[in-house]
C-alpha cells in the first residue's frame, strides 16, 4: 500500500483534509504513476516540515506545506492554495 492512500487516509483520522484542492491533491497522487509516496503534513505532528521565513512585517515565522511527495527523482514539498490566494513574497 502506498503512503497516503487506503485505510490509513480518511476523513476525521488526523490524514486527509476535508478541503477542496488537498482532496483532488490527494485523489491526484494516488494514481499517479510517478508518486511513490505522499504523506499530508500535520502541523503539530510533524514538526520536522516547518520552514522559517520572514513575514512581510519582518518578524520572523514558521510555514508547514501541505504535503510531502517522494518521486523517483526527487521529494516536493507542495502547498495546495488556489492561484487567487497566494500572498508571498
Keep these: 500500500m502506498r503512503a497516503g492512500t487506503g485505510s490509513d487516509c480518511r476523513r476525521g483520522s488526523g490524514c486527509c483534509p476535508p478541503g477542496g ?16 509516496a505522499f ?6 505532528r510533524h ?7 520572514v513575514k ?3 518578524l520572523p515565522a514558521f510555514y508547514s506545506p501541505d504535503f510531502l511527495v517522494r518521486c523517483a ?9 488556489a492561484q487567487g490566494c497566494h500572498r508571498s513574497p
Excluded at 514538526?47 to 521565513?53: C, I, K, S, T
Excluded at 527523482?73 to 492554495?81: F, H, P, R
Design 21 to 36: 484542492l488537498e482532496k483532488a491533491f490527494i485523489e491526484w497522487a494516488g494514481v499517479d504513476s510517478t508518486v511513490e
Design 39 to 44: 504523506c499530508k503534513i500535520i502541523e503539530t
Design 47 to 53: 514538526d520536522f516540515a516547518r520552514l522559517r521565513y
Design 56 to 58: 512581510e512585517d519582518g
Design 73 to 81: 527523482d526527487a521529494v516536493y514539498l507542495v502547498e495546495t492554495k
